[in-house]
């Protein structure tokens, strides 16, 4: 595949914006966008049935010479609000409907809770129906409860502009409201993986299965392979429209139509995320920050079946209150959502959380980990600590907590698990290694050094525990203490080569200052052996008899420590006497060209048993190398 993650960012006059309405129901929501766009949202369903081409179904606003503004006005009072959270995501202004007969009414007051949760930053307080208010006390009243209302939200300062969609007072206005605020919104740059959350699925004869959904991240492409998540279905893009024209490149920020070539429409649902392949992993188990609202009847307890929203998804999900007891209205806290089905979910979405019935809001927040490494334990310190750097901390931060994975990550894995711009997570990571947040070993894998310096730690107390247990051996067998880890070869390797007071020789592992210490007992058996093979060194007493003096552990311990030398099961010599025989060999070799058994057995003195073995011994080290009766000299120096 040749289309790459990351694309040039794009000019501002590329920039499209998109705007929502919310408000209570009847407030004059659609009559507002017929007035300012000539285009009624009510009528959308009836065109999109006969569409000749890629319909959108949303309503745009051209004004002046700014690009098109689509406006998200979803009709239909059944589910209201879950219809306008399937939108809501990715607008940039909001225009907050209040009747100005009725005021703040309870769904006002739900959709600004809900605005405040998902961070629109901006928007403007439309006082509608002004016609129908003769009395400016009244309107200066309704004013300042609008205020009241707003303020500590993220609409505290968003103007109240009055209009009268009927008798178009107001109208000029609000449009110029519109372009000074739009004006103020940073650009949305086109960097990272193109990410549209599905909000409407149908067909169009002739063309196939169209998606639409305001397009996040990144720009799509005609001829883009793109992936359906959570589906792993796989499609190519075969036109793009955006505000009825049809296009070959759509850009973040706009409402885009999209026909995809390879996915039939059956298998695409609302709330489903088309992005490029293999770009998101599907999730059932996310951590989140979650603000309960201050107006919600009950306490969020532990379990609580819930609907969560996020994107254009609504997913069923249960309620993990990770450090209280219960969640009173009005609290935050850290919870675990357990999803019935898996989402396509990246870290930093904002979410909504509903109460099934009577369905009512009760929360939100932000996604602090897509994909949480287990259940945590509830009231787990360390488990709090973590989330809490992750919500707070740089992007440095934020990064090696994402690398606090159970084993070193590539560093492509691990951009795709944090979601950051190839851009902005190489600036991440070059800062969390020189932090000393993150270590990179020589293999160019990365973790993050609190997870390295655990493991350090765990292979401590493994090591601490097995020298404990067995004082007279001189390390703990590497795959043990592998397998005990469960960690890679590879990881160990790495692992080993940055600690510090551990050493590994050949295949054990062991505390440097481990070393084997005899008890009195011990020491004084042990001091009666080696006489016992001083005295006769080339015909010392066997393995068995040496186990029957000093015991099975502490002749291990001997040989271990290379005091003894063990050549065949039973048969064993001191270090000295090893030495002296392996010369003697090695010389009787140079001078005669070869050595029998025999002539090795005349030469020290010794038994058949003893010259067998150890001349086998040193064949199977190729010192020696038998030819016939005769050993010659082998392969290997020494
Ligand atoms: P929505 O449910 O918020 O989309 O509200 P609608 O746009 O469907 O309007 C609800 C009712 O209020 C309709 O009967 C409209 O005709 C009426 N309405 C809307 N705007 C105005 C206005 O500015 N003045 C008056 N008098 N009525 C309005």
Redo the contacts with the bound molecule.
């Keep these: 595949m040749s289309q790459s993650l990351s694309r040039a960012p794009l000019a501002n006059h590329t920039h499209m914006c998109v705007i929502g309405t919310a408000?209570?129901?009847?407030?004059?929501?659609?009559?507002?966008v017929r007035a300012l766009t000539g285009i009624d949202p009510d009528r959308l369903a009836e065109e999109k049935a006969r569409a000749m081409t890629i319909d959108l179904g949303f309503a745009w606003l051209s004004l002046g010479n700014h690009p098109p503004i689509g406006i998200i006005?979803v009709?239909g009072h059944r589910d209201f609000i879950e219809n306008m959270l399937a939108g809501i995501g990715g607008i940039d202004l909001v225009l907050l409907?209040i009747a100005a007969d009725e005021g703040m009414m309870p769904q006002t007051r739900e959709h600004l809770a809900i605005i405040d949760l998902l961070g629109i930053q901006r928007g403007i307080i439309v006082l509608?129906?002004?016609?129908?208010i003769d009395d400016p006390e009244w309107l200066s009243l309704i004013q300042d409860d609008i205020r009241a209302a707003v303020s500590g939200t993220t609409l505290s300062s968003a103007p109240i502009v009055p209009?009268?969609?009927?008798?178009g007072t107001g109208l000029d206005a609000l449009q110029s409201a519109i372009l000074l605020e739009l004006a103020h919104l940073p650009p949305r740059p086109s960097i990272g993986a193109p990410r549209l959350p599905i909000d409407r699925v149908f067909t169009v004869s002739g063309f196939g299965t169209v998606v639409t959904g305001t397009l996040y991240n990144g720009s799509l492409r005609v001829g883009d392979t793109v992936e359906l998540f959570p589906t792993g279905l796989v499609g190519r893009i075969r036109g793009l429209q955006s505000y009825k024209q049809t296009l070959n490149i759509a850009f973040p920020g706009s409402r885009t139509a999209v026909n995809i070539a390879g996915i039939d429409h059956t298998a695409v649902q609302r709330g489903m995320v088309l992005g490029f392949p293999g770009q998101l992993t599907p999730t059932t188990l996310i951590d989140v920050r979650f603000r309960h609202l201050p107006d919600t009847p009950h306490v969020l307890k532990h379990n609580t079946a819930v609907k969560l929203f996020v994107g254009a998804a609504e997913i069923n999900a249960h309620v993990r209150l990770l450090d209280t007891e219960e969640l009173p209205a009005g609290m935050e806290g850290w919870l675990q959502l357990r999803l019935d089905t898996p989402a396509a979910i990246a870290q930093g979405d904002h979410f909504i959380v509903r109460r099934p019935s009577p369905a009512e809001t009760i929360g939100g927040g932000i996604v602090v980990d897509p994909h949480p490494a287990s259940r945590w334990k509830r009231f787990t310190p360390s488990v709090i600590a973590a989330l809490n750097t992750r919500l707070q901390g740089t992007p440095a931060q934020r990064l090696a907590q994402t690398a606090h994975t159970h084993e070193p990550i590539k560093r492509t894995a691990l951009q795709k698990l944090i979601g950051y711009s190839d851009h902005d997570f190489a600036i991440a990571l070059q800062s969390a290694l020189d932090e000393g947040l993150m270590i990179v070993f020589p293999d160019d894998t990365l973790i993050a050094a609190e997870r390295a310096h655990a493991l350090i730690a765990a292979i401590y107390d493994e090591l601490n525990e097995y020298h404990r247990l067995n004082p007279l051996r001189r390390g703990m067998p590497r795959e043990e203490l592998r397998s005990r880890l469960r960690i890679k070869h590879t990881t160990l390797t790495a692992i080993l080569e940055i600690a510090p007071g551990l050493v590994q020789e050949s295949d054990m592992v062991r505390r440097t200052d481990h070393i084997v210490r005899f008890t009195k007992a011990q020491q004084t058996a042990v001091d009666n052996l080696m006489r016992c093979m001083s005295d006769t060194p080339f015909t010392p007493p066997s393995f068995a008899e040496a186990a029957a003096l000093v015991g099975n552990e502490v002749l291990h311990a001997l040989i271990e420590r290379g005091d003894v030398v063990q050549v065949q099961p039973d048969v064993i010599f001191s270090r000295a006497a090893y030495d002296e025989l392996v010369s003697g060999v090695l010389s009787m070799i140079e001078y005669y060209g070869a050595v029998t058994v025999s002539q090795f057995r005349d030469r020290y003195n010794t038994s058949r048993k003893y010259a067998v073995g150890l001349l086998e011994h040193l064949d199977s080290l190729a010192i020696t190398r038998r030819e016939g009766d005769s050993h010659v000299r082998g392969r290997s120096v020494r």
């Design positions: 408000g209570h129901v009847d407030h004059g929501k659609s009559t507002l006005d009709p409907v509608s129906k002004i016609d129908l209009v009268s969609a009927v008798l």
